[in-house]
């Protein structure tokens, strides 16, 4: 357990669907990311809130929405999804804003058909 | 740019030695990150590195050569459940004093009885 939980651990969804993935830290932490991750490819950075404002946005695209409503929690929101776009999506938290030590969920495995 | 580069694949035997080098190339250097991550499961952190030498932690060490742009993980007395991938993450320092955490792809460990 590393304080930090990610909800739902598995989704499937089809390229018309919404859903969201939920984030919570439970460490009293200030920042948090999102990463994707996908196979025999490094983890790469979406976002970055810091104190519930977005401060990084790795030219992600649209179909891919943040929301940060405080700072214990985080969301991905999905929207007409690529199959592409099907990975580990993974949520972390640091003390403060880039590059700490951070600590991460277990993430969200997510296949899109 | 910005370049991480670590084995893809090692293999070692319980009871054994394994080293895990990542050598990088970044602009604004300001730190060196290990991570573990076991398949279906969070990275979690095991290691940080800022100055050069040599950093033990019970039997993980973890050493940083900034002008070679080099780094190594030491694994001593190996047990299967250290069975896993081994993340590399630089933080880069960019404008503003902002830092993040640039990763490798991770060396997947098997460890054989």
């Known amino acids: 357990e590393t304080g930090v939980t990610q909800t739902p651990r598995h989704l499937v969804m089809g390229m018309t669907n919404k859903k969201s993935l939920k984030c919570e830290q439970h460490?009293?932490?200030?920042?948090m990311y999102w990463y994707k991750q996908s196979a025999k490819k490094p983890l790469e950075l979406m976002f970055v809130?810091?104190?519930?404002?977005?401060?990084e946005n790795n030219s992600v695209p649209s179909r891919f929405s943040p929301e940060c409503p405080n700072s214990s929690h985080l969301f991905l929101h999905l929207h007409t999804l690529q199959p592409e776009d099907s990975a580990l999506y993974l949520c972390?938290?640091?003390?403060?804003?880039?590059?700490?030590?951070?600590?991460f969920g277990p993430g969200t495995r997510l296949l899109v058909l | 740019g910005q370049n991480i580069d670590q084995p893809t694949e090692m293999t070692a035997t319980e009871g054994a030695i394994v080293q895990i080098n990542c050598t990088y190339q970044t602009s604004g250097f300001n730190g060196l990150f290990w991570y573990q991550q076991h398949a279906g499961e969070a990275p979690t952190f095991l290691s940080y590195?800022?100055?050069?030498g040599l950093e033990e932690k019970g039997r993980f060490s973890s050493f940083l050569s900034r002008s070679k742009g080099y780094s190594y993980l030491l694994l001593k007395e190996l047990q299967m459940k250290d069975s896993a991938s081994y993340l590399c993450?630089?933080?880069?320092?960019?404008?503003?004093?902002?830092?993040?955490?640039?990763f490798g792809a991770g060396t997947r460990l098997a460890v054989h009885p």
């Open positions: 460490l009293g932490h200030n920042a």
């Open positions: 809130y810091s104190l519930e404002e977005r401060v």
């Open positions: 590195n800022v100055l050069d």
């Open positions: 972390a938290s640091s003390q403060l804003p880039g590059g700490e030590t951070q600590y």
């Open positions: 993450a630089v933080r880069e320092q960019f404008s503003g004093g902002y830092n993040k955490l640039i």
